[in-house]
Structure formats: C-alpha cells, structure tokens
C-alpha cells in the first residue's frame, strides 16, 4: 500500500508517464511542448507518408526524443510509437527553451542548421511530398542568422589577426592637473584591418573576451607595452619622475595561470621598474572568482601597481577598496563627462575623490573633454586627469613629441 502510493507521488513529481505497447506517444505534425527520455521500454520513430509507414529509427532506455520540435519550435517532424511497455521521463519546452535562448548565438545558429537537415532528411525517407514544416516558428529560436553568420565572419578574421599580431597601441597621456606635464600613458589596442582600418576595441574586445582570443591578444599587448615603455624611458630620460605606461587587464586574462609569468617576463626582459607599469582593472573582476583575484594579489606583492580603472560603474560593494589595494584610482569618463550639466554627477565625482582621499589613494579622472570639467575636478583636488582635451590616443611617436611640448621647463 504504501510502496504503491509513494511511486504514485514519485512519478506525479518527476513527471513520469507510461504507454503501453503499440501505443502512438505523438504523431508526426502534431504541435509540441515536450520531449521525453526513456527509462523502460522501447521506441519506434517512423515517418508516415501516403498510408506507408517508414522506420527511422529504434530508442531504448536512457535515450531523448521528441526533442527537435521544442527547439525549433516546429510541428513533429516524426511518429513515435512505443514497440513495447515504456515509461517515459517529461521534459517539458520550458526547461529546453531557456538554455537555448542563454546558448552562444553561433551554438544556437549550429543547432538550427542541424535540426533543419535532419528535418530534410526525414522527408527524404518519406518520399513521395510530406510537408513536415510547419507555416510559424518560434521567434526566440534564431533572430537573426544573418547578424550571426556575420558574428562567425568577423571571428574568423579575428583569428587571423591574432595569428599575424594585426594590432596597434595607442597611447592616451596621462596629465598632472597642477603641473600639467605628462606623467604617463595609458596603451589603448587597436585592430589594424585591411579593409576596415583602425578597429576600436570596443568592436572586437567583446568576442575576444567571449572566445579565448583574448589571452594570446593580451600576451601581444603586455609585450608591446613593456618594449615602448622601455624606449619611453630611455629616450626621455631627463625627467626626474620616470614615465609610466597603464595596460587594461580584464577578468578572464587573469584567470589565464600564464598571466602573472608573463607579466614578470616582460618586465625582467625589458628591465623596467614594476612600479612602473601599472595594471588597469575593473570592479568587475571581483566577480571573475577567487584565481583572478589571488593573481591580482600576487602581481600588487611582486611589486606591480595596479589602478581600479571605471570606478563606481560596476560591482556595488565598496568593501573591497578595504580588502585590495590599489595604487590609483579611476573616475570613468561617464561620469566626468555628466558632471558639467549634471549636479549628480558632480556630487559622485566630489564624493568619489572624498572617499579616495581618505583612502589616500590618488585619483585619475578619464574622459576631461571641456576645460570647466578640468576645473572642476581641480577643485575637488583630483590630482590626475585623461582626456580629449589633452590629447586622444596617439601612435608612439606622437605621445613622444607630445612629451617634449608639454614637459619641456
Ligand atoms: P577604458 O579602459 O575605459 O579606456 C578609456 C576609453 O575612453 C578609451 O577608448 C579612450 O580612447 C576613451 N577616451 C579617453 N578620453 C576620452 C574623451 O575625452 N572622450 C571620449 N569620448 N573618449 C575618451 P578605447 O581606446 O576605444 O577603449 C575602449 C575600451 O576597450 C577601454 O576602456 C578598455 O576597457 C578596452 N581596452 C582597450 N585596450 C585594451 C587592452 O589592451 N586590453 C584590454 N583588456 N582592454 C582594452
Ligand atoms: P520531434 O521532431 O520533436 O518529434 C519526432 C522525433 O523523432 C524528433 O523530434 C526526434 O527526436 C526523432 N527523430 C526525427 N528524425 C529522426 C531520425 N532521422 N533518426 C532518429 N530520430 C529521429
Ligand atoms: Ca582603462
Ligand atoms: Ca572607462
């Protein structure tokens, strides 16, 4: 009795249901909202055209069906008919719909075109003139294969030019707001596209960080970096404070074990000063898990400086300012940029540069365009800014002349 009323309840949860032998559990065009996984028994799939059933093919336990109709929203594009007693487990087009909607759209796009050759194939076995294709499908199954296709294009050329180190720094310098000279520059990537030109990384870092292209990109930039650096240094030797170059390190490059070698290699290699390159990271790394922030720990122990670059526009808790430290600060330009007709983002700003002074961490605001915006953060003692109204991003050879112009007694 009991035995009998707790797999009643087993089945009612796991929603478990039978079909006894010879029984169809749906038939081919029929609308879907489920598939099933056998647990007992035997499935025959068959396609039925003009009174004459062809077989397709023959499921025992542990093996899906019913599963193509409820990714591509279409009609069945099969019969199934239990060839003997079967229990079957429900698996219901929510639980399949939602991880095909989270899939990589070029997963998704691979799926569909799968799914649609198998569809041909049934209707070849059906011959002669069955239409399995039903006139709707759901619109969350692929929106836009074309956006996609072009996705794999460009991923493709990518490749490429990460085979061939296709890429460019610039150099964005870094202002002292009292003195005004140049006292660093930030490395900004750039795609050089035979047909596109200068692709900004705002194109191309996204599918980079998707796939793992960003590891070999970021190795390309570290080194780059740490040789210019190197010639900065030595061509502009008459300063007293030696210049110094940032380079953007994101989560998933710090989760590469290779990362903290490399970083320590190009630095030996090209004899700087660690302190001297400095490492740009967003709050969001924190989210990235424990290995990137162990590595960002041991590159701040090694001697490297690190800058929590975009600051207040990611992860919310302040609480790590507590727990990591850093050697600067960067206010992001999104709010520099408001603070000029936006009171609130003036008072951000103020209070951004109050919690870093009582931190004495100093800090950089990015993205200075108008010279009240300059002001402003004077004011509220930013000591350091980056901006267009300084200079954009330049080729190495002209963040040297613009050295010399602004630095010159
Ligand atoms: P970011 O680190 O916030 O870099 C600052 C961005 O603001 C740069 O864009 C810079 O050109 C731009 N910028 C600076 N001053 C101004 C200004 O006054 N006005 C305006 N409108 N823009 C200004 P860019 O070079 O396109 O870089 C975009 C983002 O790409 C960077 O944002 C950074 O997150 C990422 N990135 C660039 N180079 C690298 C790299 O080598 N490695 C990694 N991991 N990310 C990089
Ligand atoms: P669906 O189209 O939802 O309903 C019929 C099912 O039969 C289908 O999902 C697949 O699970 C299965 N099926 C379709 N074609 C074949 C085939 N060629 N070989 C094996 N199984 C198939
Ligand atoms: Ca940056
Ligand atoms: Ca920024």
């Given amino acids: 009795m009991n035995s009998s009323s707790d797999t009643q309840r087993v089945d009612s949860f796991s929603k478990k249901t039978h079909f006894a032998k010879g029984q169809v559990i749906f038939r081919q065009n029929s609308a879907a909202d489920c598939a099933y996984i056998i647990e007992t028994g035997e499935v025959e799939i068959l396609i039925e055209a003009h009174g004459v059933e062809t077989p397709l093919s023959y499921l025992s336990e542990g093996e899906i069906f019913g599963e193509m109709a409820i990714v591509d ?97 610039l150099y964005q310098p870094i202002i002292d707001l009292k003195t005004e000279k140049m006292v660093g520059a930030e490395a900004l990537i750039r795609w050089q596209h035979p047909q596109r030109g200068l692709v900004s990384p705002e194109v191309f870092m996204g599918i980079a960080e998707e796939t793992s292209m960003i590891v070999p990109i970021g190795r390309w930039v570290i080194n780059q970096a740490c040789k210019d650096l190197k010639s900065l240094q030595q061509l502009l030797t008459a300063s007293v404070q030696p210049i110094y170059v940032s380079i953007n390190i994101s989560g998933n490059q710090l989760q590469d074990p290779n990362i903290f070698q490399n970083l320590e290699t190009a630095a030996a ?28 720990r ?36 999104s709010f520099t940029q408001k603070m000029s007709h936006d009171k609130k983002s003036k008072i951000l700003c103020k209070s951004i540069l109050n919690i870093a002074q009582e931190l004495e961490i100093p800090v950089i605001a990015e993205g200075i365009e108008q010279q009240e915006q300059k002001q402003a953060l004077t004011e509220f003692n930013c000591q350091y800014g980056q901006g267009f109204l300084f200079a954009k991003p330049l080729p190495l050879e002209q963040l040297i002349e613009f050295y010399k112009k602004t630095n010159k007694e």
């Fill in 298 to 333: 041991k590159l701040k122990q090694s001697g490297f400086s690190v800058i929590l670059d975009d600051f207040g526009t990611g992860y919310s808790s302040l609480s790590y300012l507590s727990e990591l430290e850093f050697d600067f600060l960067k206010i992001d330009r």
């Fill in 73 to 169: 929203g279409k009609k069945r594009s099969a019969t199934a008919r239990a060839l003997t007693d079967c229990t079957l487990t429900v698996v219901h087009q929510s639980q399949v719909q939602e991880r095909v909607e989270r899939a990589d759209s070029i997963v998704r796009l691979l799926l569909m075109i799968l799914i649609k050759r198998l569809r041909a194939h049934s209707q070849t076995n059906a011959l002669p003139s069955i239409t399995l294709e039903a006139p709707e499908s759901l619109a969350w199954v692929q929106k836009d294969p074309k956006n996609v296709m072009e996705k794999i294009k460009f991923e493709s050329e990518l490749l490429q030019a990460v085979e061939k180190n296709n890429f460019l720094l």
């Fill in 269 to 296: 290699t090209n004899q700087l000063r660690k302190s001297d390159l400095r490492i740009e990271i967003t709050e969001n790394i924190l989210l990235s898990g424990a290995m990137a922030v162990n590595c960002l």
